[in-house]
């Protein structure tokens, strides 16, 4: 029987899955475009249901990232003239709708203290649009007839994308908020085959700022998972 030897450096990988957080605050360097390649190449090595490999990214960086950025804003100010897309309605438990309500709270601290609910829902919506300042922004697309169940393999890649930018010093936040613009998206990168877009990952160096140092939790393990022994 084939044995899968550990690798030297298990610890390593812990701290990278602990260490990667959402950054909404980044600097305008850019990385380098031979290591932003190399990223998305081994993220190929995704597992997919039939090995089918249903992820399409489209990478923007510098002026071409500006652009889109510049699009979504505008869009996000004229909603009259571009109407938001309504994301298909929820309907979660206490507890989730509880965590989601921490969150927004502490997020709403950092870049909207004072305001009202609705204001502040305003200004992180903007943040969200301005990409919170990435010089790059994959979006990642779903191809054509695939179902949600498919749209699992898309979860693995993104975080496999995350985890090397972590491992690189490279930070990173997914952004499924911006989708609401799909169609601006694909007008903006010139896509005219039917694909569906999931969600951003807008990355880039860290820049200091009080949104980046929001302190984290998770739910203990026995909340979300049952051992069977
Ligand atoms: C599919 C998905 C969509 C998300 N969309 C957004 C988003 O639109 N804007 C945002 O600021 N964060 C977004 N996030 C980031 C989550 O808020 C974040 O992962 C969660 O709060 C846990 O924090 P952490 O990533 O720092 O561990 C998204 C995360 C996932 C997985």
Not at 80 to 88: E, V, Y
Not at 144 to 154: A, P, V, W
Request: proline share 5%.
């Amino acid at each position: 029987m084939a044995v899968i030897e550990p690798l030297a450096a298990p610890k390593l990988l812990d701290e990278v899955i602990r260490q990667r957080r959402s950054t909404r605050h980044f600097s305008n360097r850019r990385v380098d475009q031979g290591l932003v390649e190399k990223i998305f190449q081994t993220a190929q090595w995704s597992p997919s249901v039939g090995n089918m490999q249903p992820w399409r990214s489209f990478v923007v960086s510098g002026a071409s990232c500006d652009r889109v950025r510049q699009a979504l804003l505008t869009a996000a100010n004229n909603t009259g003239q571009f109407p938001p897309s309504k994301p298909a309605l929820q309907k979660p438990g206490s507890q989730y709708v509880e965590r989601d309500r921490a969150l927004k709270k502490q997020l709403f601290s950092t870049v909207a203290a004072g305001k009202t609910s609705q204001q502040s829902q305003d200004i992180l919506m903007d943040h969200n649009f301005q990409l919170y300042g990435a010089p790059h922004c994959a979006f990642v697309f779903l191809e054509q007839g695939f179902n949600e169940r498919t749209s699992i393999d898309l979860g693995m890649y993104a975080q496999n994308l995350m985890l090397q930018m972590e491992a690189s010093g490279i930070a990173s936040c997914v952004q499924a908020e911006v989708c609401v613009y799909a169609d601006l998206i694909k007008q903006q990168l010139n896509i005219n085959e039917p694909l569906t877009l999931m969600f951003a990952i807008s990355f880039g160096y860290q820049q200091s700022s009080d949104i980046n140092q929001l302190k984290r939790s998770r739910a203990p393990l026995f909340e979300t998972t049952t051992f069977y022994n």
